[in-house]
Each structure stands twice: as C-alpha cells, then as structure tokens.
C-alpha cells in the first residue's frame, strides 16, 4: 500500500469512526445494535470517538465540538445542526 492509499484509507476509518458515533449521539442506532452489526458483518477496523456509550454516559462537550468542526469541514451541516441541538438538549456549553 502505498501513502497516498494509506491516507485514502485513514480518511474513510476517521469518516467512519464519526459518523458511527454521530448516529448513536442522535439515536439512528443504539449502541449495542452498533455492536452486533460490527459483529455481524466481521469487520475489523471499527470504533467509536466517545467510549462512554458502555455505560451510558453522555459525550463532553469537547467530543461534540470536535465533531462539529469536523462535519463542518464537510460541509454537513446538517449533522452539525443536529449535534448543537444535542447540546443544548443536554445542557452542555
């Protein structure tokens, strides 16, 4: 594999990796259906950006922060919508 393959692939795993978590933050999945299907489906490089979800703990505000920069430089900016609203739902600032 060469660097630009490798950062290709970095790209997609950290798209992946938000948006998974961006999914159970707004309740399209829950966490432990997340899991099966990532069971289900074999797959080996998965994860998550917050790994509270186990004890049902609620992301920092940072977390969400970072990923409202992040979807931002997206330009989804529904999903940014969607995370503010997130936030002060939960009274995080």
Known sequence: ?????RLQLEEELVY?????TYRIIVGEITFTD???DKEK???????LLFN????GEKPSSETLDNMIS??????????CA????????NKLK
């Open 34 to 36: 997340y899991i099966i």
């Open 16 to 20: 992946q990796v938000m948006n998974d």
């Open 70 to 79: 992040y979807f931002t430089s997206l330009e989804e900016y529904e999903k």
């Open 82 to 89: 969607e995370l503010v609203k997130y936030k002060k739902k």
């Open 52 to 55: 509270g979800f186990i004890n």
């Open 41 to 47: 489906h074999k797959q080996e490089d998965w994860g």
């Open 1 to 5: 594999m060469d660097e630009i393959q």
